[in-house]
């Protein structure tokens, strides 16, 4: 069973940055494909960003391209987001989510492993 432990949230002004931090208690996160997912209020999940295992393809979401960068770094068994411009709607919970097989890396419920969350809340 992997757990997977999300940090790095917080309270930020408009045009702020945040890097969200992804890590797993197994030394295996190497070899799955990772998602970012957010949820606001009110609101169903949504991709955000995904990262697959041996190609390192990536994919975003239109509304953060240019402004959220996801990476890995295998060794340290983490998958980060960083997230620079921020804006008030970007304000959620982000959860990550991890699948050594996925295949539609958009879809949350693919993903057998999933963290608790961290809240991002973009206010002035």
């Known amino acids: 069973q992997v757990q997977l432990v999300e940090s790095g949230g917080g309270l930020v002004q408009p045009g702020s940055s945040l890097r969200l931090s992804c890590v797993a208690s197994?030394?295996?996160?190497?070899?799955?494909?990772v998602g970012w997912f957010r949820q606001a209020p009110g609101k169903e999940r949504e991709v955000i960003s995904c990262?697959?295992?041996?190609?390192?393809?990536?994919y975003y979401r239109d509304s953060v391209k240019g402004r959220f960068t996801i990476s890995r770094d295998d060794a340290q068994n983490a998958v980060y987001l960083q997230m620079d411009m921020l804006k008030p709607e970007d304000t959620a919970v982000y959860y990550c989510a991890a699948d050594p097989k996925v295949i539609r890396l958009w879809v949350d419920q693919e993903y057998e492993y999933r963290g608790q969350g961290t809240q991002v809340t973009v206010s002035s």
């Open positions: 197994e030394s295996t996160l190497g070899k799955y494909a």
């Open positions: 990262i697959t295992s041996r190609t390192g393809n990536i």
